[in-house]
């Protein structure tokens, strides 16, 4: 009784803190990214603008719910559906605080890794119910971007695997008790946050969106509800990369004074600056340089890290 | 510009001296009149065999002489105008010299051969002529409107055409007539020149990425005229192969005003503010291109101090007109913030604008003889205050830029146009110069007081879109040296110049000396008669060199005004450039090219 308590208890805080963590992002990123330009960001709604996202918010529930009728309207309503459905799911994992994440699931980070592939069903799904050519190229650059570099990501974080002998997000972060990871596997943390960065479609990566070129990419032709869910589900991404990223290789909530759950936040926001500078900084690869990018130069690096991480891990095992 | 006419010595004893009648102009181009028969042996000779070699074709319009009031013969040629003629206006860069060919044209609706065999920038030119005057063009690739709406009934540009709202009927849409419009713009790709299937027609260049033959189903995909990306209302139909570039058509004439009619509506004086408006983002240039041609027609001289504060100006507005550009290309590749700090800049560059002359984009400062008021007092520190620090900032939006990887990725061999090509095109401007071509008609060609001033002409190797980025950040560096000079070594004197036959005289004067009062009254409402002639004048304007070709008439108004721009030449070379490339290639290179629609429009 109290186990299942505890479980809903958990469940609803992470839900809370995520649907208002979402929209906390869009307003810390506006206000970010106005300060790299040299300018204010929303400063009116609410005390130095906070409240603007949740005006935005209202703004897109009134707006007329319209399915194209030119658009196949299951999958048209089904996709950002899916996205919503796979990045809140695998926050099931994330270990925030000390004694780790709602569920403790042995394949942590394959579940993970299988929630952001099934992600990609979302794109493409829009992008072709979309019916409308600048939707489908969206689609196209995006479903390919994405799986291109999910290979580097799943390859990056089988390094760590290897060394923490665990696919258990909360026995990783334990075992960054003494040293996190980054310190030991610098390159595989490199390739996991440039390959996060290409999943989420940010910049410099965000090819599928760019808007002067293909207007919106594969969501033009969405509006209100919908729009917002892919536009959440963008924004929970980059918390849901941020924090495995923590996990995996800052140590999740390890640290000292502060309780666990403050660690883990201030770590995945250093990583949320480091998404916010990025796109403030960066001009967007062109397809094929992207493409080029992360088959010649990211996938290789990461199988390298991979090898010789075994290789070491073997010879410890070996030698001791 | 000082070919003798020996050109046209050469060009009459190839043609025999009949068909050659030379005709005195206000400027000091060789102009002559030449048969219709016979224009195109003229012109292809001209083009490649003459010592000159005039390769561009500058300019080609035409002009309707069924109004015109003064027929002097020596001035005007013999009186052997028709009621229409064709203008072919023809550069040198070996010779740095230009050559005005004119053919008389009979008929309500004539036709002429077309010369787009000799230059391919031909096409777009004989095209808008068609579409202002319904003169065609045998032999003509595509000739159809350019400017107008396809359905549009008329050519505006004839004399019988109205040229306000008044003179024609109230605007009205009936259902059949909004059905047909709709009609009229569906889309049929082989009235635009692009097939469906076969590759024979595309004119692929050798490239190793090209798709081999076969049966390949073809995506057309409209870019515009709602994009974000086409900097304004412009729309290009692409041919698409996946993602592949296989054909792009440019479709313009959204941002047409007419602004050529208008000048014939409008007194010399008056049409200022029309110039403005034409490359909106150069301000002053626009003013002094007019105005040069206007001075030359009325054999003004302006005062030095006159010359030294548009010298100023121009080269303040080149800055403004390039932090725009640095904005919008890096924007366009993906990079956000620059243009907020260019346009920040921009700001402290306005301040000063509208100091010296009350106006910040469409400033319409310049007059006939110098300039509207003399300089304010105190302007020298607030252009200090803009000048104090920009060069830093400047540095670092050229690291943010060229300096990064993944923009030169994007621009490196991207849109690479040669030299040989540029010239043919008709390029010019800071094109022309990224493909290595040392050519700035403030230092070719100098005019008000250019000569006096120390500065470099930037140049880059590799005519791509890097180069052209390259070659605009030095720019802006040479502007900034200018401007100091100007500054530093501005001239006591007058702002304006003392002739009254065409502007106004001083509202000090007026208000003691009743004849001066009756003078101004007369002129301003009626408007200053500028004497009979023609004459053109070109500058180096941000974009590329902007022509005035002025034909009056001896009346308040300017009988025939054309407006050449660089934008208009360098959208023509877009498919060119962009054929072959990716979509995101192809937002590069426009952004690269850095046109404003209203300069290709008018």
């Known amino acids: ?320 | 510009m000082a070919a003798a006419p020996a050109v046209l010595e050469s060009l009459a004893s190839r043609l025999g001296d009949q068909a050659v009648a030379v005709q005195a102009t206000k400027d000091d181009i060789p102009t002559a009149w030449v048969p219709r028969d016979q224009v195109h042996a003229a012109l292809a000779w001209l083009a490649a065999d003459s010592d000159d070699h005039y390769r561009v074709l500058y300019d080609l319009t035409a002009i309707d002489e069924r109004h015109r009031q003064a027929r002097e013969a020596g001035e005007n040629g013999n009186g052997r105008r028709g009621d229409f003629t064709l203008v072919y206006h023809l550069m040198s860069y070996s010779a740095n010299a230009d050559v005005r060919l004119k053919v008389a044209l009979e008929g309500e609706y004539p036709s002429a051969p077309t010369v787009s065999d000799i230059w391919p920038s031909a096409n777009w030119y004989e095209r808008e002529v068609f579409d202002m005057f319904g003169i065609g063009f045998d032999g003509h690739p595509c000739l159809r409107r350019i400017l107008m709406p396809l359905d549009w009934e008329g050519h505006p540009l004839r004399k019988e055409h109205p040229a306000r709202a008044t003179e024609m009927e109230p605007y009205r849409l009936p259902e059949e007539q909004f059905a047909a419009h709709e009609e009229a713009l569906r889309f049929r790709p082989h009235e635009w020149g692009l097939s469906d299937g076969d590759w024979a027609s595309s004119n692929l260049p050798d490239d190793s990425n090209a798709v081999p033959e076969g049966d390949t189903d073809y995506l057309f995909l409209n870019l515009g005229p709602n994009h974000p990306g086409t900097h304004g209302l412009l729309r290009l139909i692409l041919k698409l192969d996946g993602e592949r570039i296989v054909d792009v058509i440019p479709d313009i004439g959204f941002h047409h005003r007419g602004a050529e009619k208008m000048a014939e509506q409008q007194t010399f004086h008056t049409y200022i503010p029309y110039t403005d408006r034409i490359d909106y983002l150069s301000g002053v240039n626009n003013n002094l291109a007019y105005l040069l041609a206007v001075e030359k027609l009325s054999g003004t001289q302006v005062p030095e101090r006159a010359q030294v504060i548009r010298v100023l100006l121009c080269e303040l507005f080149r800055v403004a007109s390039h932090l725009v550009w640095i904005g919008t290309f890096g924007h366009d590749v993906g990079a956000i913030s620059p243009v907020f700090f260019t346009f920040t800049d921009r700001e402290k560059l306005f301040d000063v604008v509208e100091a010296i002359t009350g106006g910040r984009m469409h400033p319409a400062w310049l007059r006939i003889g110098g300039v509207a008021m003399d300089l304010p007092n105190g302007w020298r520190p607030l252009l200090d205050e803009f000048l104090k620090g920009f060069e830093k900032r400047l540095k670092e939006y050229e690291q943010l830029l060229i300096g990064n990887p993944i923009f030169r990725a994007r621009t490196r061999g991207v849109g690479v146009i040669s030299l040989d090509e540029a010239i043919e095109w008709g390029v010019t401007g800071p094109n022309l110069r990224a493909c290595g071509f040392e050519w700035d008609f403030r230092k070719k060609r100098p005019y008000s007081g250019y000569d006096q001033f120390d500065f470099e002409i930037p140049t880059a190797d590799g005519g791509d879109c890097l180069a052209r980025s390259a070659v605009r950040f030095e720019e802006i560096r040479q502007s900034l040296r200018i401007i100091r000079q100007a500054a530093d070594n501005m001239p006591a004197g007058d702002y304006i110049a003392d002739d009254h036959t065409s502007m106004p005289p001083a509202r000090a004067e007026t208000m003691v000396n009743i004849e001066t009062l009756i003078h101004h009254f007369v002129g301003v409402s009626w408007g200053f008669t500028i004497p009979a002639g023609e004459a053109h004048a070109g500058i180096e304007a941000p974009k590329g060199n902007n022509g005035y070709y002025i034909v009056a008439d001896g009346g308040p108004s300017p009988y025939r005004l054309r407006i050449r721009t660089p934008s208009f030449v360098h959208m023509q070379i877009l498919p060119r450039l962009a054929r072959g490339g990716l979509i995101a290639d192809l937002i590069t290179i426009l952004g690269s090219i850095d046109y404003v629609l209203a300069d290709i429009d008018r």
């Open chain 1, 1 to 320: 009784m109290s186990a299942h308590a505890e479980l809903l208890t958990r469940m609803a805080v992470t839900l809370v803190v995520l649907l208002v963590a979402a929209p906390m992002l869009v307003w810390v990123e506006r206000r970010l990214l106005a300060r790299f330009q040299l300018r204010l960001g929303p400063n009116r709604v609410g005390p130095f603008g906070i409240l603007q996202t949740v005006a935005d918010a209202l703004k897109l529930l009134t707006k007329e719910d319209w399915v194209p009728p030119f658009a196949d309207p299951v999958p048209y309503v089904v996709a950002p559906m899916i996205l919503g459905i796979t990045v809140l799911g695998a926050f099931a994992v994330v270990p925030f605080t000390a004694s780790g994440a709602i569920v403790d699931l042995d394949v942590g980070l394959l579940f993970f890794l299988a929630m952001s592939s099934v992600g990609v069903y979302s794109v493409m799904l829009a992008g072709v119910a979309s019916n409308s050519k600048y939707a489908m190229l969206g689609a196209v650059r995006a479903a390919a971007q994405m799986i291109s570099y999910e290979l580097a990501m799943g390859l990056s974080l089988a390094s760590i695997v290897l060394i923490a002998g665990s696919f258990n997000l909360h026995d990783i972060v334990v075992a960054q008790q003494g040293l996190p990871y980054v310190v030991i596997q610098p390159f595989a943390f490199v390739v996991f946050v440039i390959a996060g960065l290409a999943e989420l479609k940010r910049a410099p990566f965000d090819l599928p969106e760019a808007e002067n070129e293909i207007v919106a990419g594969f969501h033009t032709e969405y509006s209100s509800m919908k729009f917002a869910l892919f536009f959440l589900g963008e924004y929970l991404g980059m918390i849901l990369i941020g924090a495995i990223a923590t996990t995996v290789f800052l140590g999740g909530g390890n640290g000292p004074f502060l309780p666990a759950p403050v660690w883990f936040a201030i770590k995945v926001g250093l990583f949320i600056y480091l998404f916010i500078w990025a796109r403030a900084t960066l001009p967007r690869f062109r397809y094929d340089h992207l493409m080029a990018f992360g088959w010649k130069v990211l996938l290789p690096v990461a199988l390298l890290n991979l090898m010789v991480t075994g290789a070491l891990v073997v010879a410890r095992t070996a030698g001791s």
